[in-house]
């Protein structure tokens, strides 16, 4: 059984930076597309960022790209996304999710996620 557990979050100011992390525990890691999603109050929960399972491809949703970016690291069992400029619009409970192995379908489907973490809450400050 795969256990995701994401840390990092917290309050930031607009303009500032932050980074998110999530480890991974109960699979081979370095096998599985890892993601990031995030809920917003009153909305429902929307596609940020993926990574392939070897790191060479990502993913980003339009409303973040060119600000926040995903990485990882296979030998540490961790994936990050880091915030950049981040706007008061980012603020959210952000989810780590894995993919199913040898995942081919659409990152931006939270159906095809096959676990999710507990979340971590981000509040951007104007």
């Known amino acids: 059984q795969v256990q995701l557990v994401e840390s990092g979050g917290g309050l930031v100011q607009a303009g500032g930076s932050l980074r998110l992390s999530c480890a991974a525990s109960?699979?081979?890691?370095?096998?599985?597309?890892m993601g990031w999603f995030r809920q917003a109050p009153g909305k429902e929960r929307e596609f940020v960022s993926a990574?392939?399972?070897?790191?060479?491809?990502?993913y980003d949703a339009d409303c973040v790209k060119g600000r926040f970016t995903i990485s990882r690291d296979n030998a540490e069992n961790t994936v990050y996304q880091q915030m950049n400029r981040p706007k008061p619009e980012d603020t959210a409970v952000y989810y780590c999710?894995?993919?199913?192995?040898?995942?081919?379908?659409?990152?931006?489907?939270?159906?095809?996620?096959?676990?999710w973490g507990r979340g971590t809450l981000v509040i951007v400050s104007s």
């Open positions: 999710a894995t993919y199913p192995l040898s995942y081919t379908g659409t990152y931006y489907d939270r159906n095809s996620v096959d676990a």
């Open positions: 990574i392939s399972w070897s790191g060479g491809s990502t």
């Open positions: 109960g699979r081979t890691f370095s096998s599985y597309a």
